[in-house]
């Protein structure tokens, strides 16, 4: 079955955590699903990612090539992000041993790209002209790490997910709140339902 590609599936704040978001359930061995084992889901979360994502990419479309070469470059950059932010996030530090995969695998996406970006007047090129979604997610890792981006990364105590912190006081705790605060807080009023239950029973 397709996957539907909306606005809470991009809650990662930034295209490289929505993408290691794609892993479902990270941690939970006997749950955990990938949404790219069907890799024309990549294709179609690209396309997504144009509607979801259009400052970071300037209003360009991202284009993913469907082979086999193009999707192990998505996965390699996926995994290895996803291993360096998140015990980032545990650790308040950037692990050196887990820098070089990331940097080995944004070049991978990077290689053979003959693109322009960081212009004053065009930061993410031509928004008229197509963008490999490989590229796109290259420059996304990278960008995340060149200041202190990946300070404000965070991990959602209800999927797991990765995201980016940009609220204010920096006390944002879900990924998206409509979704997975919400599941929260239906949870936490059934245990408390039932424990009334009991109590009076």
Same mark, same amino acid.
């Given at each position: 079955?397709?996957?539907?590609?909306?606005?809470?599936?991009?809650?990662?704040?930034?295209?490289?955590? /929505?993408?290691?978001?794609?892993?479902?359930?990270?941690?939970?061995?006997?749950?955990?699903?990938?949404?790219? *084992?069907?890799?024309?889901?990549?294709?179609?979360?690209?396309?997504?990612?144009?509607?979801?994502?259009?400052?970071?990419?300037?209003?360009?479309?991202?284009?993913?090539?469907?082979?086999?070469?193009?999707?192990?470059?998505?996965?390699?950059?996926? *995994?290895?992000?996803?291993?360096?932010?998140?015990?980032?996030?545990?650790?308040?530090?950037? /692990?050196?041993?887990?820098?070089?995969?990331?940097?080995?695998?944004?070049?991978?996406?990077?290689?053979?790209?003959? *693109?322009?970006?960081?212009?004053? *007047?065009?930061?993410?090129?031509?928004?008229?002209?197509?963008?490999?979604?490989?590229?796109?997610?290259?420059?996304?890792?990278?960008?995340?790490?060149?200041?202190?981006?990946?300070?404000?990364?965070?991990?959602?105590?209800?999927?797991?997910?990765?995201?980016?912190?940009?609220?204010?006081?920096?006390?944002?705790?879900?990924?998206?709140?409509?979704?997975?605060?919400?599941?929260?807080?239906?949870?936490?009023?059934?245990?408390?339902?039932?424990?009334?239950?009991?109590?009076?029973?």
């Amino acid at each position: 079955m397709a996957v539907l590609w909306n606005k809470h599936r991009f809650s990662g704040g930034v295209l490289v955590l /929505d993408t290691t978001n794609t892993l479902v359930l990270r941690g939970h061995a006997d749950r955990s699903f990938d949404r790219f *084992e069907d890799r024309a889901e990549i294709s179609r979360f690209a396309e997504a990612a144009r509607t979801f994502r259009p400052a970071e990419l300037g209003g360009r479309a991202p284009v993913f090539e469907n082979s086999e070469a193009a999707a192990g470059r998505v996965i390699a950059l996926r *995994e290895a992000a996803d291993r360096l932010f998140r015990q980032a996030v545990l650790s308040g530090q950037l /692990d050196t041993a887990l820098l070089p995969a990331v940097l080995r695998a944004a070049a991978s996406c990077l290689d053979g790209a003959s *693109e322009m970006v960081g212009g004053a *007047e065009r930061p993410y090129g031509d928004p008229a002209t197509p963008l490999r979604f490989e590229t796109a997610l290259g420059v996304s890792a990278l960008s995340l790490l060149s200041g202190n981006e990946w300070r404000k990364i965070r991990i959602c105590p209800n999927c797991n997910w990765l995201f980016v912190d940009r609220s204010r006081n920096a006390s944002r705790l879900w990924c998206d709140m409509a979704v997975c605060g919400n599941r929260h807080k239906a949870r936490r009023h059934y245990e408390r339902s039932k424990a009334t239950e009991v109590s009076h029973g």
